[in-house]
């Protein structure tokens, strides 16, 4: 989604709207469980976005809607959950990075148009929102928030057709960007996804309490698992999916020629999906321990044990133990219980932020050659007071894998990979990374490895942050 515009600062002068927006989406039709489920399937998605959450559901053409900003379990209560009357609904859980939070950039987003109320929720970003938000300005619209959802809405205020798919088919073709998102109407749930896919979204089925199908869209299918529901297939780039009374249909708003090409976000299986969620078709989980094997054959080193750094470097981890035949160990042990608003109690306590997450075992490190297996390297900063810890718990080497290329470049496409300024590895050597960290040795995975991870078709995926090939791009992004 990208539904917030966060200024952001440019070498502390120039100031860019920008936004950094990863998000869940989820929709459910035909269910009298509706609310019940869009709940459950956006506690699964919890990864995805921790700064807001709302449910929006259809009941006898009206839509009743809760959102609130924090966790999933926070925002809803079992009284708000009743509520949401009805056997369709749609939910959102909004990714916070260091924006302000504001709840009304949380989503779904709601309004009111001639064919009747629509609600929307959004996974991506788009490129082009604030070309858009200008023109439709200067023509007469008036914007509530800040998020590029509501531009889609104006979009589709304006061809006021009764038919909501016509709408669609001449708004769609006007976004450049990542969207993956869900729509529901007065009488229908629509799903659909760019037309290069950044974004995955997937289609499932459900067996109702009282025996019949149930429809589901989800970002994630670590979702349906939760709820029962068996993965069916993908939401096709370029596929606008409907589900109403009638039943299902599809149809897509490009060209055949248009279809041939995708950009699947090789960062889903590097680090943003759940290990047990199956993305673009592919086991996550099996990705990141392929990429753990190619590493190890790429960056083989004489020593004792591996570790990973949790949760994120297990699989990847487990995969170089696999291939190495070094032992795996867990020498780090996770604090799963840091909220987001944990507060250091004193800045005296030095790597206090890390220690706190991150304690390291030293009946397993002491006087061992330890290599430390993460899934990516983004600014360095936490990696090089890992590493510190490492070495105070007795650590005699520290080597370095990581089971990505070097993050080089931003992300425009939904996830926050920070300004380029910010990227260790845009303007250093892996060799001066390895003093900043303080490895003994460091070594990443190579493009090719990463690609032969995930299936070996490099032109299906947008791999962007590692290198440098946006497929889509706005001049002025290129600035970020
Ligand atoms: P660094 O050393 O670059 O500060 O931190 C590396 C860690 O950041 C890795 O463990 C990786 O899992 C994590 N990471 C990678 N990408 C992201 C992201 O987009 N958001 C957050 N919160 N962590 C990330
Ligand atoms: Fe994913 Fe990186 Fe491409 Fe963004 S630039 S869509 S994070 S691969
Ligand atoms: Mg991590």
């Known amino acids: 989604m990208m539904n917030c515009c966060r200024p952001m600062k440019l070498d502390g002068s120039k100031t860019l709207k920008t936004w950094t927006e990863e998000c869940a989406v989820f929709g459910i039709w035909g269910d009298p469980e509706a609310a019940q489920m869009t709940y459950l399937a956006?506690?699964?998605?919890?990864?995805?976005?921790?700064?807001?959450?709302?449910?929006?559901?259809?009941?006898?053409?009206?839509?009743?809607?809760?959102?609130?900003?924090?966790?999933?379990?926070?925002?809803?209560?079992?009284?708000?959950?009743?509520?949401?009357?009805?056997?369709?609904?749609?939910?959102?859980?909004?990714?916070?990075?260091?924006?302000?939070?504001?709840?009304?950039?949380?989503?779904?987003l709601t309004a009111h148009l001639l064919n009747g109320p629509v609600a929307l929720a959004h996974n991506g970003n788009l490129i082009n929102a604030e070309k858009l938000r200008v023109q439709l300005k200067k023509e007469g619209a008036i914007f509530q928030g800040t998020n590029d959802t509501e531009i889609l809405v104006h979009l589709l205020a304006r061809n006021s057709e009764a038919n909501i798919l016509s709408c669609l088919k001449q708004a769609l073709p006007l976004l450049k960007g990542a969207y993956s998102m869900v729509l529901l109407t007065h009488d229908q749930l629509i799903?659909?996804?760019?037309?290069?896919?950044?974004?995955?979204?997937?289609?499932?089925?459900?067996?109702?309490?009282?025996?019949?199908?149930?429809?589901?869209?989800?970002?994630?299918?670590?979702?349906?698992?939760?709820?029962?529901?068996?993965?069916?297939?993908?939401?096709?780039?370029?596929?606008?999916?409907?589900?109403?009374?009638?039943?299902?249909?599809?149809?897509?708003?490009?060209?055949?020629?248009?279809?041939?090409?995708?950009?699947?976000?090789?960062?889903?299986?590097?680090?943003?999906?759940?290990?047990?969620?199956?993305?673009?078709?592919?086991?996550?989980?099996?990705?990141?321990?392929?990429?753990?094997?190619?590493l190890a054959r790429e960056a083989p080193v004489d020593a004792d044990l591996v570790i990973p750094i949790p949760d994120s470097g297990v699989p990847a981890a487990l995969g170089y133990s696999e291939e190495s035949?070094?032992?795996?160990?867990?020498?780090?042990?996770?604090?799963?219980?840091?909220?987001?608003?944990?507060?250091?109690?004193?800045?005296?306590?030095?790597?206090?932020?890390?220690?706190?997450?991150?304690?390291?075992?030293?009946?397993?490190?002491?006087?061992?050659?330890?290599?430390?297996?993460?899934?990516s390297l983004v600014r360095g900063t936490t990696s090089k007071k890992i590493i510190q810890l490492l070495r105070q718990a007795g650590a005699k080497e520290v080597h370095f894998r990581i089971a990505a290329p070097p993050t080089t470049g931003p992300c425009y496409y939904g996830v926050d990979t920070s300004r380029r300024s910010k990227l260790i590895a845009a303007e250093r050597s892996v060799e001066e990374i390895r003093k900043y960290v303080g490895a003994d040795t460091l070594a990443y995975l190579s493009l090719e490895g990463l690609f032969a991870a995930v299936n070996g078709d490099a032109q299906q995926y947008c791999a962007a942050c590692f290198d440098g090939h946006y497929k889509l791009l706005e001049e002025e992004e290129t600035s970020l």
């Open 191 to 294: 799903a659909f996804r760019d037309p290069l896919g950044f974004r995955p979204l997937s289609l499932g089925y459900r067996k109702t309490s009282d025996g019949r199908k149930a429809v589901v869209i989800s970002s994630e299918t670590c979702a349906f698992d939760l709820i029962g529901a068996e993965y069916v297939r993908d939401i096709e780039p370029g596929e606008i999916f409907c589900v109403n009374q009638s039943g299902e249909s599809s149809s897509f708003f490009l060209s055949e020629d248009d279809k041939k090409q995708t950009a699947f976000c090789v960062f889903e299986h590097v680090y943003f999906s759940r290990p047990d969620s199956l993305v673009f078709g592919r086991s996550v989980y099996e990705s990141r321990k392929k990429m753990g094997r190619q």
């Open 325 to 375: 035949g070094l032992p795996f160990d867990l020498g780090i042990i996770r604090n799963h219980y840091i909220g987001r608003t944990f507060i250091q109690p004193s800045q005296s306590i030095r790597s206090f932020g890390v220690k706190i997450k991150h304690n390291p075992q030293s009946h397993i490190l002491k006087d061992k050659r330890v290599v430390a297996v993460d899934d």
């Open 42 to 108: 956006l506690y699964a998605q919890q990864h995805r976005g921790q700064e807001s959450s709302g449910i929006v559901s259809l009941y006898e053409g009206q839509h009743f809607h809760h959102r609130g900003m924090g966790l999933v379990g926070e925002v809803f209560s079992p009284a708000d959950l009743d509520r949401l009357k009805g056997e369709a609904a749609i939910g959102h859980n909004r990714y916070s990075t260091t924006g302000q939070p504001l709840l009304a950039n949380a989503q779904p």
